[in-house]
Nanobody
Framework: VQLVESGGGLVQPGGSLRLSCAAS????????MSWVRQAPGKEREGVSC????????NYVDSVKGRFTISRENAKNTVYLQMNSLKVEDTAVYYC??????????????????????WGQGTQVTVSS
């Protein structure tokens, strides 16, 4: 089982990045996917999640209108398009997978051990 994130990097405030997470070793289309971030000295924070079919999405308030989550089940990949990036978006971004009933907005509050699979993370740094 693998989740491999890519697309992170250094960007100026107001810029954009697109994160990708490629899955292998499990039936991707049966799992709800999340993007979770951890900034230095802070706890992990659920940023966005998407249901297994892609028809349900949720976002933390701080990224609404700026970030868009999507997935392509045929490619076993989930994406996070990040626009209008702010310094406070700087963090390591992880993708994570969970099965079962899509929890809706509560997907942002899942504990670490409620996810079945985790990626290794990709660094996003927003700085001028």
């Amino acid at each position: 089982v693998q989740l491999v994130e890519s697309g992170g990097g250094l960007v100026q405030p107001g810029g954009s990045l697109r994160l990708s997470c490629a899955a292998s070793g499990f039936t991707f289309s049966r799992y709800h996917m999340s993007w979770v971030r951890q900034a230095p000295g802070k706890e992990r924070e659920g940023v966005s999640c998407i249901s297994s079919s892609g028809d349900g999405t949720n976002y933390v308030d701080s990224v609404k209108g700026r970030f868009t989550i999507s997935r392509e089940n045929a490619k076993n990949t989930v994406y996070l398009q990040m626009n209008s990036l702010k310094v406070e978006d700087t963090a390591v971004y992880y993708c994570a997978a969970t099965a079962g009933t899509y929890p809706g907005l509560s997907c942002l509050l899942l504990e670490d051990d409620e996810y079945e699979h985790w990626g290794q993370g990709t660094q996003v740094t927003v700085s001028s």
